[in-house]
């Protein structure tokens, strides 16, 4: 079965390091979204992303982050300078256009520890 | 803007015991609600989604959630609990597939032999 998947599973970074977040969405999908999960706190959305471009964007996706699809299979999530509070799970999602009611498929995330 | 409230970080049931997991969610518009689990070291797996057709819905490893709109309530049920239900569920509702999941903060669930 096809599925998200999601490199690295764990990044250790300095606090105003940069990091980027790999992700993989399935083959066919073509709305791609970014969520994170800060220890024992919801998950939140930061990012949707289609057709080459932010169809949305949270409150958190502040100028310190950027996304790109450099080719046709990576979906990436850049922090241009880590702060402490970036510590958090950060899950990939992805979805087809198959019709409003289509599933979010999550990637296992990647756990981005800043010191 | 919507929100989804769950019960209880953490319950624990026996094995063979029915799981009951709660989920009340506010919304402004007709919601679209989904449980998804998540096992250790793994994503976020779908359970099951209500997108305004049945009100009791059922999903994968014999769980079922009904939607209760007079409740506002979305609760995750099985009649049986295996060993192999332990893990993280999360609620979560949306405006339509389109829009941004908002999800619950989690219920950790724990079945005792």
């Known amino acids: 079965e096809p599925e998200v998947t999601q490199t690295p599973s764990h990044q250790v970074t300095q606090m105003g390091q940069e990091v980027i977040l790999r992700c993989v969405p399935i083959?066919?999908?073509?709305?791609f979204y970014w969520y994170r999960q800060i220890l024992g706190q919801k998950v939140e959305f930061l990012v949707s992303f289609y057709n080459n471009e932010i169809s949305e964007k949270s409150e958190i996706f502040d100028d310190q982050f950027s996304v790109e699809r450099p080719d046709g299979s990576n979906f990436t999530l850049k922090i241009r300078s880590t702060k402490l509070e970036d510590s958090a799970m950060y899950f990939c999602?992805?979805?087809?256009?198959?019709?409003?009611?289509?599933?979010?498929?999550f990637g296992p995330g990647t756990r981005l520890t800043v010191l | 803007a919507q929100s989804v409230t769950q019960l209880g970080s953490h319950v624990s049931v026996s094995e063979g015991a029915l799981v009951l997991l709660r989920c009340n969610y506010s919304?402004?518009?007709?919601?679209?609600l989904f449980w998804y689990v998540q096992y250790p070291n793994q994503g976020l797996q779908l359970l099951l989604k209500y997108t305004s057709a049945a009100t009791l819905v059922k999903g994968i490893n014999g769980f079922e959630a009904e939607f209760k709109k007079s409740e506002t309530s979305f609760h995750l049920t099985k009649p049986s609990a295996h060993m192999s239900d332990a893990a993280e569920y999360f609620c979560?509702?949306?405006?339509?597939?389109?829009?941004?999941?908002?999800f619950g903060k989690g219920t950790r669930l724990s079945v005792i032999a």
């Open positions: 919304s402004s518009v007709p919601p679209y």
């Open positions: 979560a509702v949306s405006n339509s597939g389109n829009t941004p999941l908002v």
């Open positions: 083959s066919n999908h073509l709305y």
């Open positions: 999602a992805s979805r087809t256009r198959e019709g409003s009611t289509d599933t979010q498929y």
